[in-house]
């Protein structure tokens, strides 16, 4: 008795641990969802505020701004053309490595550019933007680079597919109108000759000397001849015909 008390204890906290466990991995589960949401939504609502600035201020402010936004951008697309890509060619990890350590330099740029958003001093904006414009532009090129080698690549995989698959259908198109081919060799067989119409087959047939076929007209009966009478014989008693 006190087995079974012990196996049913056992069994229950096994259940209480399996429990519990699935409880956590689904509460953390929820929890990085809602922490991507919520980065997803504050990103969003800082691009769409640089996006005003950049219009709506004028002077270093304003370009600062349409910087940000030119980096943010850039880096973003590329950051999702680069996880697209791996999870069907796993031979973009090296480019992910690369992309990684070019994201680090973008994300100090956003930094200095950040910090500089509520810089007072015009003149010192003005005697940095050389200097935050070329690395700007030189990070951009690089991440632009990379996604569209990223897509190129995708693009050629996607034709060589395309072009393989095409020939098998045609094969396999081929092969179930087979029928196209039968009445082809069908209609080119040549047919048997007609004997009525004069041809090698009738002429054959009634060359001269040839045996006679089953088909020749009958030949004439002849009459058999009256038998001899003999003396010995009786004579014929005719038959009453009364």
Known sequence: MEAVIAVFALLFLLFVGLGAY???????????????????????????????????????????????????TSMRATQDALQAGAAEDESLKESIGLFERLSAHGHELDGD????????????????????????????????????????????????????LSAQIDIEADALRHWARTDTDRHSAPWPEDPAAGGPAAS????PGSAPTEESAPQAI?????????????????ESTA
Request: charged content about 35%.
């Open 22 to 72: 699935a409880a956590v991995k689904a509460v953390g589960a929820a929890k990085r969802g809602v922490d991507r949401t919520i980065a997803q939504a504050r990103r969003t609502v800082e691009d769409h505020t640089l996006r005003a600035k950049s219009f709506a201020q004028l002077g270093p402010a304003g370009e600062i701004a349409q910087l940000r936004l030119a980096l943010r």
């Open 113 to 164: 550019l950040k910090r500089l958003e509520t810089e007072p001093d015009r003149a010192t904006l003005t005697a940095r933007l050389p200097d935050l414009r070329d690395r700007t532009e030189r990070i951009t090129k690089s991440a632009d680079s990379l996604r569209w080698a990223v897509r190129d690549r995708a693009r050629r995989f996607a034709e060589d597919d395309l072009g393989s």
């Open 204 to 207: 054959r047939q009634h060359t």
């Open 222 to 238: 002849t009459p058999p001849s009256p038998r001899p009478a003999y003396p010995w014989q009786k004579k014929p008693r005719p």
